[in-house]
Each structure stands twice: as structure tokens, then as C-alpha cells.
């Protein structure tokens, strides 16, 4: 378990409907969440390196840090020409809002990466504090509400569990299960 809690324990209900049409599918729930998810998963996965550096040096879970990208950008797909969203008030991959805080780095950088996960992180100790019998991932949950992202980070964890360098391994997701063989030369930290 993550010093940030578990995300198999954070119970998730998926995308609302406006996100859901995103990708023009008149979808919602667990079913969006998968599919944007899976549509995300090449663009996440080219930041794989980062996200594994940013992981190892914070102690978040990688497939967290890859659902933020995923849900606040579409890994970049849904930025505008200077690298925004939110009508301008948003930055990069992650989406630092820029009314609150001084984005640090390249819109794709490691830099970028590291200042969202240190926010999320920030979030959460603010929310522990605040409650400190709920558990790490009860905790999680609450800050994955204010985030956006708890199923999107359920997909990509299993589907980062592979991407990410686990030898054969079978993958749950949503009840169906898969074998994927990877190439072992990689070795992913604790996902």
C-alpha cells in the first residue's frame, strides 16, 4: 500500500456524462472512464519515465499521477495552442491552476509533473489533518473527489501495471481479466 492509501479500497462511480462525451460517445460511469482512459493510455504512457521519477521521488502511486494526466489534459490531447485549458486558467499535462498557484516547468516537463503531485499531496495532508481517523485511502478518496480522477485512476492502474513493466501478470478490470505478456527488462516501483 501506498503511504497515500490503497487505490483498490476507493470505491468509484466513473465519469459524469459531459465527460463521457468527450470523445463524442454519448456515454457515462465506469464504461467512460475505461474508454477515455484506454484512449489516454499511449499519450499517458509516453510520459512514462517521468511519472515513474515523479512517483519515486513523492511516494504517489504512478497510476495516480497518470489519471490526473489523463483526466486533467487527456495527456495533452485537449490543450489549447499555449499549452491551457479552463479557458486559459489552467497549465500544462496537469492543469495547474494559475489563479492559485505559479506553474513551475515546461507545460510537459518532469518540473510540471512534480508540482501537481506535490499539490495532490498538499491536498491531502490538508485533508488529513482535518480528519485524521479516516483512513490513507479514505483520504485519497476525498482528495480524488476534489481531483476528478478516482476511476480513470483505477483504469490506468491496471492498465499501467502493465504498460509499466510487470511481467505476465492477469489484469482485473471492471470483472474482465487479461493475460498481457511485457518486456521484463523494465521494472515498475510499486504500483
Known amino acids: 500500500m501506498s503511504k497515500y492509501g490503497n487505490l483498490n479500497d476507493i470505491p468509484a462511480t ?3 456524462p459531459e465527460t463521457g462525451r468527450q470523445d463524442g460517445e454519448n456515454i457515462s460511469g465506469v464504461i467512460a472512464s475505461e474508454k477515455l482512459a484506454k ?8 510520459y512514462k519515465e517521468k511519472i515513474m521519477s515523479v512517483s519515486r521521488k513523492t511516494g504517489m502511486d504512478p497510476a495516480i499521477i497518470a ?8 495527456a495533452g490531447k485537449a490543450l489549447d495552442a499555449n499549452h491551457e485549458g479552463d479557458h486559459g486558467n489552467a497549465f500544462g499535462l496537469m492543469q495547474i491552476d494559475k489563479r492559485r498557484h505559479t506553474p513551475r516547468g515546461a ?14 499531496i498538499s491536498m491531502f495532508e490538508t485533508i488529513k489533518k482535518k480528519f485524521p481517523s479516516w483512513s490513507r485511502s479514505y483520504v485519497m478518496k476525498g482528495v480524488q473527489h476534489t481531483t476528478r480522477v478516482q476511476t480513470t485512476s483505477r ?27 511485457m518486456d521484463t527488462k523494465d521494472h515498475a516501483v510499486g504500483i
Open 14 to 16: 466513473g465519469a459524469s
Open 39 to 46: 484512449a489516454d493510455l499511449q499519450r499517458v504512457n509516453s
Open 67 to 74: 489519471a490526473m494526466m489523463s483526466r486533467e489534459s487527456r
Open 107 to 120: 507545460w510537459n516537463s518532469e518540473e510540471h509533473i512534480l508540482q501537481a503531485t506535490e499539490i495532490l
Open 155 to 181: 483504469v490506468l492502474m491496471q492498465l499501467t501495471e502493465i504498460q509499466l513493466g510487470r511481467t505476465t501478470r492477469m489484469i482485473l478490470l471492471h470483472g474482465q481479466s487479461f493475460t498481457k505478456e
